[in-house]
C-alpha cells in the first residue's frame, strides 16, 4: 500500500515535469531551424511519457484495492 509520502513524491514529479514540458514548449516556439525542432520535439516526448507514466503510477496508487 502506498503511504502519503510515496504519493507526494510522485505529485512533486508529475508537477516538475508538467513545469519541464512548459519550459521546453517555450523554447520550442522561440528557436526556428529543423535541428532545433527536432530535439525539442524529442526532448517534449520523452517529458510526456514520463508524465504518461507517473500519472499512470498515481493513479494506481490511489486506486484501493478490492
Known sequence: MPTMSNLA????????????????TEQAASRSGAADEDLAAERIAKQEAQLASLIQLRDAASTPSS
Open 9 to 24: 513524491e510522485i505529485n512533486q514529479r508529475i508537477a516538475t515535469i508538467r513545469a519541464n514540458l512548459r519550459a521546453l
